[in-house]
């Protein structure tokens, strides 16, 4: 009876040392649903309705696609464009390393979001500043897991 307690306890104990690998909240695919840009004292929506945006994070990369939902057909409003790179989440803080971008003048660039998750929505606020550009906003997006 001893060896199948000191068993038992043997088993637990070592159970309870292997820590499960916490899930990456963030992790998934989210699509666009609001966006809001606060320039200087102005705060104005910058979601468009006839494109679709899509994000995609795995464990350590993150990737965005947007375009427009007539195909391309209308060549006056024809929307494409993607990008991507490495990220990293400490805690709420997202910072994204754009590697990838069509407009190459963004690449190289890092951005810093606060993020939330409440049931399927993720939403990240932070400031793009790209000083080449003349870029210096405040950006805040939502998105719901696809």
């Not at 499960?20 to 992790?27: D, G, T, Y």
């Not at 990737?63 to 991507?84: M, P, Q, R, Y």
């Amino acid at each position: 009876m001893k060896k199948a307690i000191l068993i038992l306890v043997l088993i637990i104990s070592v159970t309870a040392c292997n820590s499960e690998k916490k899930e990456n909240p963030i992790k998934g695919t989210w699509r666009l649903i609001s966006a809001e840009t606060t320039e200087k004292d102005s705060t104005f929506s910058t979601f468009n309705p006839k494109t679709k945006m899509i994000k995609i994070i795995n464990d350590t990369h993150f990737a965005f696609f947007n375009h427009d939902l007539n195909n391309g057909k209308d060549t006056t409003a024809a929307v494409f464009f993607g990008g991507g790179g490495k990220y990293t989440l400490k805690d709420s803080v997202y910072t994204e390393n754009l590697e990838y971008f069509n407009n190459r003048q963004w690449e190289n660039g890092k951005f810093e979001f606060v993020v939330k998750i409440k049931n399927d929505t993720l939403t990240q606020k932070g400031v793009e500043k790209i000083e080449k550009l003349g870029i210096d906003r405040i950006i805040t997006e939502k998105y719901v897991r696809e």
